[in-house]
């Protein structure tokens, strides 16, 4: 059940409607290790600047995230991220960004972790992203997210990324940039034709689309929540809850494929109801599974 994630560790500075936090803890590797830590352990691979303000240890308590990756650097700062939402909030404002640390080397991962099974790949260059799996020994199911700056300017490195995982989770507009389609269901199938088994298309509040090898097509609408405050790691919250329900289930078929979306949307029902981490640290195992049969019930006719 190894499944390793690496990706960015934030410094976070988010407003929305609902107000404002500042300075808070954030990234795709933190979002990601906490709901996929409701289903399994987890390998956690990233880098800090010196000037990194909390403890990960303290904020992954009780949780079985390894933080043998983790790697600080003396001379370096963390990566930090200013953003806001407005109207709907379905999509974010970069406001400020400081790369900092993830504009050098990616962090070496440990022998210990070069056995793992299952591997996500989060938003970061697609040169990067090989980089890492090149590390790994012989994974059974590698997952990748990216976003519309690597499809626009380091397309042949995204396509070669594609041709070495078994799945890749992008959102709507990624999904045509990438393809040049505006029907989902056939660009689904052209970013399998580029490498992938799956491809799952995040629709923000409407939902997801799951396409897979088996030829099906999977729709799951979004959890029908009042309370949306601040969307920042939702789509990480989704891959995680996704990951790991997998990485537990040790199966990749298409019912496990399907039930492993429902958990990765309850996961990210609860992120959006806080700031930074506070949603989705408030959460049980026995609320994802009471909004994931709420999914279900939603779903049948």
């Known amino acids: 059940m190894s499944l390793l ?12 409607p609902f107000g404002r936090s500042a300075d808070s803890i954030g990234g ?27 403890d990960l240890s303290e904020i992954f308590k009780d949780r079985d995230i390894s933080l043998e990756g983790l790697e600080v650097r003396e001379n370096s700062k963390t990566f930090r991220w200013h953003g806001s939402y407005e109207g709907s909030m379905n999509e974010a404002n970069t406001d400020m960004v400081e790369l900092n640390v993830l504009a050098e080397e990616p962090a070496k991962m440990p022998e210990s972790y070069k056995d793992s099974e ?21 994974p059974k199911f590698v997952a990748a997210d990216t976003m519309n700056l690597w499809i626009e300017t380091e397309r042949e490195s995204l396509k070669r990324l594609l041709e070495r995982i078994n799945c890749l989770i992008l959102n709507e507009d990624e999904a045509k940039q990438l393809t040049g389609r505006f029907n989902l269901i056939a660009a689904g199938e052209d970013i399998m ?23 099906e097509c999977f729709v799951l609408p979004a959890y029908p929540t009042k309370i949306v405050i601040d969307p920042t790691g939702a789509g990480d919250s989704f891959a ?62």
């Open 5 to 16: 994630v690496t990706g960015s560790i934030g410094i976070d500075t988010v407003k929305t």
């Open 28 to 54: 795709s590797a933190v979002f990601f290790s906490y709901s996929a830590s409701f289903f399994t352990p987890v390998r956690f691979l990233g880098v800090v600047g010196k000037d990194f303000p909390f």
């Open 240 to 301: 995680g809850g996704f990951m790991g329900y997998i990485a537990k289930s040790q199966k990749l078929d298409n019912t496990t494929l399907r039930q492993a979306i429902a958990y990765g949307t309850a996961c990210s029902s609860f992120t959006i109801g806080d700031f930074s981490l506070h949603g989705i640290k408030s959460t049980t195992l026995a609320q994802l599974d009471d909004r994931v049969e709420t999914l279900r019930k939603a779903t049948l006719f």
């Open 118 to 138: 299952f591997i996500f790949l989060a938003n970061t260059h697609p040169d990067i992203q090989m980089q890492i799996l090149e590390q790994a020994h012989n």
């Open 193 to 215: 034709d580029m490498g992938p088994e799956v491809v799952i298309i995040k629709k923000g509040e409407h939902g997801s689309i799951m396409r897979d090898a088996t030829g």
